[in-house]
């Protein structure tokens, strides 16, 4: 099943049944999903912050 990124618009598939990637700009557009996913693995909830805290930061990049 496909979907359209938001980002770049390009195709989304879906990983683990729920997780969602884009196949163009590689970006993760379920972050819920990705953290739920690594709590079930055992993950630990200190390690989940430092994701959550590295993927939900807004980057801005130099030209």
């Known amino acids: 099943m496909l979907f359209e990124c938001p980002d770049c618009k390009g195709k989304i598939s879906r990983y683990y ?3 969602r990637v884009c196949h163009d700009c ?3 557009i ?3 999903d990705l ?3 690594l709590r079930n693995l055992g993950v ?3 390690n989940i912050r ?14």
């Open 26 to 28: 590689k970006r993760i």
């Open 30 to 32: 379920n972050l819920d």
């Open 17 to 19: 049944a729920e997780l």
């Open 50 to 63: 430092r994701v959550h805290d590295n993927l939900a930061y807004p980057r801005l990049f130099a030209a």
């Open 44 to 46: 630990t909830e200190q």
């Open 35 to 37: 953290l739920r996913l």
